[in-house]
């Protein structure tokens, strides 16, 4: 995997949002790119990857995109592609990208399945994880996740990128379906969290057409890849975060 960056801005903050559960992450990273003010300063190209790119809103949007945004000194990584089975390089990358833009924060945000199959989207839950900063959770009014299992990109980040403090900002979701819902909540979360003032509303009606979009490629994804073996021990029911 390569990094290809046209421009390096310093001391970020880098926002991560993969595929994983209710596709959260990528709900919410898109959210971000199209209300922030962003330019596109980079990509992660790889040859492990499946070859693929969308068209929304008459932009092209590339399997794995890195966008800038100067007031909040951002960076998001727009993740479209499926990454399993390229986690560590993935991380690898990662982990590269956060020490070139001398990185201070990486925060990820994820989807949650919920274990009470009567629950409904008006009780579901977003926990705060952090590698320093637990009592962020708390000025969140956010519950400290306590008990969980991270698997995919977001465990081989927490587990290999090192002296940059991680947070994880995770949303419950009762389903495996791309959820607008759970995504507004981790956006409400982020925004309390770096006192970014961005209007979360919108995405609850903005992210249906993408939801719509987004679970069409996904399927065109599983149909393409359904002729390769499965990787040996995986359960797709386990891989919910990341």
């Known amino acids: 995997m390569k990094i290809h960056l046209h421009e390096k801005p310093q001391n970020v903050r880098l926002v991560l949002g ?4 209710g596709l959260v992450g990528t709900i919410a990273t898109k959210f971000l790119i199209e209300h922030l003010d962003v330019k596109k300063i980079g990509e992660i190209e790889s040859n492990k990857l499946l070859p693929l790119a969308a068209i929304h809103k008459n932009k092209l949007i590339g399997p794995l995109d890195l966008f800038y945004n100067k007031k909040f000194n951002i960076v ?11 986690e560590w390089h993935i991380t690898e990358v990662i982990d590269e990208l956060a020490r070139t833009l001398n990185a201070k924060e990486i925060i990820i945000l994820e989807g949650l399945p919920t274990n009470d199959a009567k629950d409904t989207k008006g009780s579901m839950k977003t926990y705060f994880y952090s590698s320093n900063n637990l009592k962020a959770g708390e000025k969140l009014g956010l519950p400290v996740l306590q008990e969980g299992v991270m698997m995919g990109v977001t465990a081989t980040v927490m587990l290999r990128v090192e002296d940059v403090p991680i947070s994880v900002i995770l949303a419950e979701s009762p389903s495996k ?6 995504a507004a909540r981790t956006i409400q979360a982020l925004d ?3 006192n970014m003032d961005i209007d979360y509303k919108p995405l609850m009606k903005a992210a249906k057409s993408f939801e719509v979009m987004l679970k069409e490629l996904m399927e065109k994804v599983k149909t393409q890849q359904a002729g390769a073996p499965a990787a040996a021990g995986r359960n797709p029911d386990l891989e919910y975060i990341g």
């Open 18 to 21: 993969f595929p994983g559960f």
């Open 76 to 86: 998001i990584m727009q993740t479209l592609s499926e990454l399993a089975g390229s």
């Open 177 to 182: 379906f791309p959820d607008s819902e759970a």
């Open 192 to 194: 309390k969290y770096w």
